[in-house]
């Protein structure tokens, strides 16, 4: 079964450090990927996706994965953190279920930035 | 384009109360999905649907019921509540299967 597994529930970074936030998955064919964030009381929004172009990807808000087929990985990061950064994070990956392609999500990792 | 909206925003209901989400998508998408979001479990998808008229179970879809009458709106029915159907519902709509699937703003439901 095709599954998505995040590291850390909760990550904690200084404003101006590193942020990484690990994804691995599992998937029985080339997997479609995506990682969206998700700000308090709101619905999710679509950072990034890779769909088999190249492995490095880049999105929105200074964001960037890379997909790592040997590790079957699919980390964020962002060089420099900034406070509007806190937020929680979903991997997800879609892969074929029961005759449909589906969405299938990790189960968050709540990123906090302090000053 | 409003994207997708999500009615009610909050609701508290009684255990056995029925009630039915309404969502709504302008950007005509063809497949629509109902999620529930629990702390420490991600999102698990409950119904979708693949155009107009047409349903289908996702991974939780015991308890809920779900009609897609027209291509913009998906309706998720719950028809006696019970307190385990406490959750966040978040409705989600993509143009095809592969494609991104945008994202309502979510309705909390607290069922007593």
């Known amino acids: 079964a095709q599954s998505v597994t995040q590291l850390g529930s909760h990550v904690s970074v200084s404003e101006g450090a590193l942020v990484l936030l690990r994804c691995n998955y599992s998937s029985s064919v080339p997997p479609y990927l995506f990682w969206y964030v998700q700000y308090p009381n709101q619905g999710l929004q679509l950072l990034l996706k890779?769909?088999?172009?190249?492995?490095l990807v880049k999105g929105i808000n200074g964001f960037e994965a890379e997909f790592k087929k040997s590790e079957t990985s699919f980390h964020l990061t962002k060089p420099s953190a900034h406070m509007s950064d806190a937020a929680e994070y979903f991997c997800?990956?879609?892969?074929?279920?029961?005759?449909?392609?589906?969405?299938?999500f990790g189960a968050g990792t709540r990123l906090a930035v302090h000053p | 384009n409003a994207g997708v909206t999500q009615t009610p925003k909050f609701r508290v209901l009684k255990t056995g109360q029925s009630m039915t989400l309404l969502c709504a998508q302008d950007m005509n998408h063809e497949y629509m999905y109902w999620y529930r979001q629990d702390p420490g479990m991600g999102l698990r998808l409950i119904h979708y649907?693949?155009?107009?008229?047409?349903?289908a179970k996702g991974e939780v879809p015991d308890g809920y019921n779900v009609s897609r009458l027209k291509k913009q709106n998906f309706l998720l029915g719950l028809e006696s509540a019970a307190p385990s159907q406490t959750s966040v519902y978040f409705c989600?709509?993509?143009?095809?299967?592969?494609?991104?699937?945008?994202f309502g703003p979510g309705t909390r439901l607290l069922v007593l």
């Open positions: 649907s693949v155009g107009e008229g047409t349903t």
């Open positions: 997800a990956v879609m892969a074929p279920s029961g005759g449909y392609n589906k969405l299938i």
């Open positions: 890779y769909t088999s172009a190249a492995t």
């Open positions: 989600a709509s993509s143009y095809r299967e592969l494609q991104t699937q945008y």
